[in-house]
C-alpha cells in the first residue's frame, strides 16, 4: 500500500485504538507528604533530557507527515511546541526520503517553529545515509530511530526482516550529527532490550509502552479480513520503565511514551525514573477535536498538574520526583515480582 495513504489510516484509527479500560498509571501512586514545606512559586518545568535544556517535561512525540493532508496537522502541533516551549518529534520521515514531494509535510514544523527543539524520525532499516538526510531534512535537534517489529509483522505490506538492527543503529549513532533516540511505538521495552541498546551507548531511550494508542489494534482495523490479534502484545509504560530501572552501567536516559493523559500521569512518570514524558494519541485527539487555543490550554492543565503533585510533594525541581517514594499495586506490581523488580 501507498505509504501517504497508509498515514492517514494511521491517523483515522488512532484515536478509536486507545486502550480504554483504566489506565497503566492506575497501578502508580504516590506517598502523600501533609508537610511539605513548599511553594507552588517555586516549582519549576525547566529540565534535561540527556544533552537537551527542555522547558517543559512533556513532548509531542512522533506522529506524522507524509502527505499533503498530514501538512496541517504537524503545523498545529508545532505551533502547540511553539507557543507553550515543548519538544516536538516529527512522524517517520522514510516517505519523505524516497518522495521529496512530501517533504514539505515534515518541514513545516521547522518553519513553524524555528528555535525549537525538534526531533526527526526514522525507521530501523534507515540506512547512515538516510538517517542523516532525516536530520538534514528539517534541521533536526536529535534523531528518533523507531521499533516497531509487531506493528510491521501485522501490515500485510510490513517489513519481514529485522536482521542487524543493532548494529545499524550503532553505525547511525556513531555517524549522525545530532544525539540519537530510539524508541518503541507502544509495545514497551524489556531490559535485554534497554540494555542492548545502553551497550551501543544510544543517548536516550522512549520506552514506547503499551497503554495508550495501540499499534496492533490500528493494523487490525485497517485490514479487511478479520484478524484481531496480538493486541494485549508488549510490555506497559510502567513496567517498561521498571524494566529500564533494572539495567546497568547506565549512561542513557529514559522518555516514557505510551498512554500519558495528562500532567498527572507525566509526573507518575517522571516519578518512576523518565527524564521527560512523551504524549502521541492525547495530542492527536486535542488537534483532531479542539482549536489551537484549547489545545493550549490543554497543556497549560497538564503543567499545572504536574506542579500541583510537585508542590504536594515538596519537590522544587523535576528531577526531584525520582527521589520520591511509589506504591505500586496491581498487575503491575505482580509484573515486577515475577520479573525479580523490587
Ligand atoms: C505514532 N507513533 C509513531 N512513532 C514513530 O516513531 N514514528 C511514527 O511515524 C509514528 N506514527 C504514529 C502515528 C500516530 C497517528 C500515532 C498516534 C502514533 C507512535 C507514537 O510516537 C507513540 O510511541 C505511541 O503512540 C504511544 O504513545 P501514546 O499514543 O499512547 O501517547
Known amino acids: 500500500m501507498d505509504r501517504s495513504l497508509r498515514k492517514l489510516e494511521h491517523i483515522r484509527h488512532a484515536l ?16 502523600p507528604n501533609s508537610l511539605p514545606d513548599s511553594r ?33 496537522i504537524n503545523r498545529k502541533l508545532a505551533i502547540i511546541a511553539r507557543e507553550r516551549g515543548l519538544a516536538m518529534a516529527v512522524g517517520s520521515q522514510m516517505a519523505a526520503l524516497r518522495d521529496p514531494t512530501v517533504r514539505h509535510s515534515y518541514q513545516v514544523v521547522r518553519e513553524e517553529h524555528p528555535h525549537g527543539i525538534i526531533f526527526a524520525n526514522v525507521g530501523a532499516e534507515a540506512t547512515v545515509e538516510e538517517a542523516q538526510a532525516a536530520v538534514d531534512m528539517i534541521e533536526a535537534d536529535g534523531l ?25 543503529i550503532s553505525s547511525i549513532r556513531e555517524s549522525v550529527n ?15 532490550s534497554i540494555q542492548e541498546l545502553v551497550g551501543i551507548g544510544v543517548d536516550l531511550i ?27 502484545w508488549g ?5 517498561s520503565l521498571l524494566e529500564a530501572s533494572c539495567a546497568t552501567g547506565l549512561t542513557t536516559q529514559f522518555i516514557a ?22 504524549i ?48 505500586i499495586t496491581g498487575k503491575t506490581a505482580e509484573l515486577a515480582r515475577l520479573r525479580g523488580i523490587s
Request: proline share 3%; with cysteine.
Open 257 to 278: 511514551t505510551g498512554g500519558i493523559r495528562n500532567g498527572y500521569d507525566a509526573a507518575k512518570a517522571l516519578a518512576l525514573g523518565a527524564s521527560a514524558s512523551g
Open 40 to 72: 507552588y512559586a517555586d516549582t519549576s518545568l525547566i529540565c534535561d533530557l540527556g544533552p537537551f535544556r527542555l522547558s517543559s517535561p512533556i513532548l509531542i512525540n512522533a506522529m506524522t507527515g507524509g502527505a499533503e493532508q498530514t501538512t496541517q
Open 280 to 327: 502521541a494519541g492525547a495530542m492527536l485527539k486535542c488537534v483532531q477535536t479542539m482549536s489551537l487555543e484549547e489545545c493550549m490550554e490543554a497543556v497549560d492543565m497538564w503543567h499545572h498538574q504536574i506542579r500541583i503533585v510537585m508542590t504536594a510533594l515538596g519537590v522544587k525541581r523535576v528531577s526531584g520526583l525520582s527521589e520520591q517514594p511509589l506504591l
Open 178 to 192: 545530532v544525539p540519537v533516540i530510539v524508541k518503541e511505538v507502544g509495545f514497551g521495552m524489556a531490559r535485554s
Open 206 to 232: 522512549d520506552v514506547g509502552g503499551k497503554g495508550g494508542t495501540n499499534f496492533a489494534r490500528v493494523e487490525n482495523m485497517r485490514r479487511t479480513e478479520p484478524l484481531v490479534m496480538f493486541e494485549e
Open 235 to 239: 510490555l506497559s509504560t510502567v513496567e
Open 16 to 31: 478509536s485504538a486507545q486502550e480504554m479500560e483504566g489506565s497503566v498509571f492506575d497501578d502508580v501512586r504516590f506517598v
Open 144 to 168: 528518533q530511530i523507531h521499533l516497531n517489529v509487531m506493528q510491521e509483522l501485522l501490515m500485510p505490506e510490513g517489513d519481514r526482516e529485522f536482521r542487524g538492527y543493532l548494529e545499524r
